[in-house]
T-cell receptor
Framework: GAGVSQSPSNKVTEKGKDVELRCDPI?????LYWYRQSLGQGLEFLIY????????KSGLPSDRFSAERTGGSVSTLTIQRTQQEDSAVYLC?????????????FGSGTRLTVV | AQSVAQPEDQVNVAEGNPLTVKCTYS??????LFWYVQYPNRGLQFLLK??????LVKGSYGFEAEFNKSQTSFHLKKPSALVSDSALYFC??????????FGKGNQVVVIP
């Protein structure tokens, strides 16, 4: 597609429920990143993929968070047993390569609210 | 791990005056540096990047940034600010571990 697409754009969920956030990167972009932006905070790195592989998962805040990428394209970030502190905007970015030689393109994000 | 510091929480500038948003970085090896802008309820929009070459980088919307290796800085500048430049600005750096590390962001307020 022309840009990075994220869905849903907004998600309200009850505490304790599981949620899935989707990222559809630009076609051909092998690198994909997930970030979390809490209210008034900067961007917190969560995980990145090179192809379908995630070499660095250390940014995931707890074992309730997981992510996968299939076919070198779409990625899903799953949060199990959501907590109120998970409320944030989750941003996805893709790039032609790691290190950003060609820059990174961000999606508009998914605003997650846990009530 | 690499890191970015954006020392000011908010930058206020009168319309038509020069705008500077400060950024310093820490990284092992050669840095890849970026500036992004975020408008309310929007994703991040790319402004410019430094990979190699000229230290002065020109980007979108009349913005430019100067890479200074000795001072490990990459300040964002615009000669004449517009009210529409009011937004949240993020500096970011990539290092050897392929993580794009962001600063906490600077809120820019351009006063008419």
């Amino acid at each position: 597609g022309a840009g990075v697409s994220q869905s849903p754009s907004n998600k309200v969920t009850e505490k304790g429920k599981d949620v899935e956030l989707r990222c559809d990167p630009i076609s051909g972009h092998t690198a994909l990143y997930w970030y979390r932006q809490s209210l008034g905070q900067g961007l917190e790195f969560l995980i990145y993929f090179q192809g379908n592989s995630a070499p660095d998962k250390s940014g995931l805040p707890s074992d309730r968070f997981s992510a996968e990428r299939t076919g070198g394209s779409v990625s899903t970030l799953t949060i199990q047993r959501t907590q109120q502190e998970d409320s944030a905007v989750y941003l996805c970015a893709s790039s032609l390569s790691l290190q950003g030689t060609y820059g990174y393109t961000f999606g508009s994000g998914t605003r997650l609210t846990v009530v | 791990a690499q890191s970015v510091a954006q020392p000011e929480d908010q930058v206020n500038v009168a319309e038509g005056n020069p705008l500077t948003v400060k950024c310093t970085y820490s990284v092992s090896g050669n840095p890849y540096l970026f500036w992004y802008v975020q408008y309310p309820n929007r994703g991040l929009q790319f402004l410019l990047k430094y990979i190699t070459g000229d230290n002065l980088v020109k980007g979108s919307y009349g913005f430019e940034a100067e890479f200074n290796k000795s001072q490990t800085s990459f300040h964002l500048k615009k000669p004449s600010a517009l009210v529409s430049d009011s937004a949240l600005y993020f500096c970011a750096v990539t290092g050897w571990d392929n993580r794009l590390a962001f600063g906490k962001g600077n809120q820019v307020v351009v006063i008419p």
